[in-house]
């Protein structure tokens, strides 16, 4: 009888669960309960305008480009084997359309005026940064959020991340824009404490006019999460003359209320990430768009109160 063949070692391969992420930020306090470790997952369906985060909106690495600091060695240049850097008038820049985003340039720049923003990590990697701060969400009632970007686009790797603190005993939140198969929503629903759920706009038309996308699957995901979790909280961007009608908040408020969503974060737009877009060779659309008054924000909260809203300024704390 001839003996099975035996297979050569290299013909098993593990598969090891991976994501694209831009950053770990720790000792966060508005981005669920207590003290948070909060991992941004890189890539978003949606292109909000206002947006303060557009280095999480493409799902790849990028390079991002810091001129303030460029000192004019030419290093990058030297260190790029695919010519993509340049330099104009003595300020660096990329072509974008040749960039590998291998990251040599940024190693060789003394001044770090070039970054590689995104980077691939493990379950593992992620858990070994989260059990470093395990002892603050013992004091504060803390714990994980994964954020984004929209990490349900990377629902597989959110569902054993979560899983991971679950079984550690650490509280969880899911920030999301809404947008994702319905089925990446439930995946990662029973380990999850807390969603953090974005509502931007009512109207479907005004909604992609902003976004880029419509709202549809976002309410359908909205009215099926509220179905079937106890803890959702609504995040609402105040933007000044997009979504703080009188008519979007009346609507936003009956939605909600509708749902037994009651709980709710009103967060007044702000002009933090407009330098980032500068790094990615981006413009921002709303550069004349001023943050709203403390009347705007009085107003936009009495609003939705009337709904019978629990309404709060910023996230939790």
């Not at 340049?86 to 300020?91: A, E, L, P, Y």
């Not at 969400?137 to 569902?159: K, M, N």
């Not at 976004?211 to 309410?219: A, E």
């Not at 979790?229 to 408020?253: C, K, Y």
């Amino acid at each position: 009888m001839k003996s099975a063949r035996r297979r050569p070692l290299h013909a098993y391969t593990l598969t090891v669960l991976t994501a694209t992420i831009t950053r770990i930020d720790r000792s966060a306090v508005h981005d669920g309960p207590g003290v948070r470790t909060v991992v941004f997952f890189k890539g978003c369906p949606l292109r909000c305008e206002w947006c303060h985060s557009p280095e999480t909106q493409a799902a790849s690495p990028a390079i991002a480009l810091y001129h303030e600091r460029c000192i004019g060695c030419g290093s990058c240049m030297a260190a790029c084997t695919n010519a993509a850097v340049t330099f104009v008038d003595g300020r660096h820049g990329v072509l974008r359309s040749r960039c590998r985003v291998c990251g040599e340039c940024g190693d060789a720049c003394p001044s770090g005026a070039r970054e590689v923003i995104g980077r691939v990590v493990s379950v593992d990697d992620v858990m070994d940064a989260i059990e470093r701060d395990v002892v603050f969400y013992d004091q504060s009632g803390g714990g994980v959020t994964a954020s984004g970007g929209e990490p349900l686009l990377q629902a597989p790797f959110v569902e054993a991340l979560l899983k991971h603190c679950r079984e550690r005993g650490i509280a969880t939140a899911v920030e999301t824009c809404g947008l994702a198969p319905s089925g990446a929503l439930l995946s990662v629903a029973p380990w999850t404490d807390l969603f953090l759920f974005d509502l931007k706009l009512m109207d479907a038309v005004r909604h992609r006019r902003v976004t880029g996308r419509s709202n549809r699957q976002i309410l359908y995901n909205l009215r099926l999460l509220a179905s079937r979790h106890r803890n959702v909280r609504i995040r609402f961007p105040l933007i000044p003359g997009v979504n703080d009608d009188p008519e979007n908040l009346a609507a936003t408020g009956a939605f909600l209320s509708s749902l037994g969503v009651t709980q709710l974060d009103v967060l007044p737009y702000h002009r933090g990430g407009v330098a980032k877009y500068e790094r990615l060779d981006r413009q921002y659309a709303l550069l004349d768009l001023a943050a709203p008054s403390a009347e705007e924000v009085d107003g936009t909260i009495a609003a939705l109160t009337r709904h019978g809203l629990d309404v709060r300024i910023g996230g939790l704390r």
